[in-house]
């Protein structure tokens, strides 16, 4: 058996997350960018933010901007300023991935599921257990 194989499919990146200070300006200039329309918008109450896609499938860009000064992403923005927030991995089976994850010392953040765009299940895992990248793991609902 070859040593670099593996049994598990490589992952499939659902998409990357922006933070940005708002919505509007954000799309005008993805807009502009990629030479289309955005394929979504959303308000996920949730997570205290408005989130605008761009693609279908996998690897869309998430534009996320914070709806109220206590969303999470408006203290990530305080903090560290607008860009790159998260890179999110498509798992078909949430509880079983954080299982694994748990297993190997690998942190979520609670809540530990919580409802993403779309109707999805997602999770994120902590970036001080993962190399200080923030990675959202979602389950799609209707797949």
Same mark, same amino acid.
């Given at each position: 058996?070859?040593?670099?194989?593996? %049994?598990s499919p490589?992952p499939?990146?659902d998409?990357?997350?922006?933070? *940005?200070?708002?919505?509007? +300006?954000?799309?005008?200039?993805? #807009?502009?960018?990629l =030479?289309?329309? %955005?394929?979504?918008? @959303? #308000?996920?109450e949730? @997570?205290?933010?408005?989130?605008?896609?761009?693609?279908? =499938?996998?690897?869309? *860009?998430?534009?996320?901007?914070?709806?109220? @000064?206590?969303? +999470?992403?408006?203290?990530?923005?305080?903090?560290?300023? #607008?860009?790159?927030?998260?890179?999110?991995?498509r *798992?078909?089976?949430l509880?079983?991935?954080?299982?694994?994850?748990?297993?190997?010392?690998?942190?979520?953040?609670?809540?530990?599921?919580?409802?993403?765009?779309?109707? %999805?299940?997602? %999770?994120? *895992?902590?970036p001080? #257990?993962?190399d200080?990248?923030?990675?959202?793991?979602?389950?799609?609902?209707?797949?």
């Amino acid at each position: 058996m070859d040593k670099n194989k593996t %049994s598990s499919p490589s992952p499939i990146i659902d998409h990357i997350g922006i933070a *940005v200070n708002s919505l509007e +300006p954000a799309i005008e200039r993805w #807009t502009s960018l990629l =030479g289309s329309q %955005s394929s979504g918008r @959303e #308000t996920v109450e949730s @997570e205290g933010v408005d989130v605008a896609f761009f693609g279908k =499938g996998s690897g869309r *860009v998430e534009l996320i901007a914070p709806i109220n @000064e206590d969303s +999470p992403i408006a203290s990530f923005i305080k903090k560290r300023g #607008t860009g790159l927030h998260h890179v999110c991995i498509r *798992v078909p089976d949430l509880e079983m991935a954080l299982e694994q994850a748990e297993a190997r010392g690998i942190e979520p953040i609670p809540p530990k599921i919580r409802q993403g765009s779309a109707g %999805s299940r997602v %999770s994120f *895992v902590h970036p001080k #257990t993962l190399d200080g990248v923030l990675l959202e793991l979602r389950e799609e609902v209707n797949e």
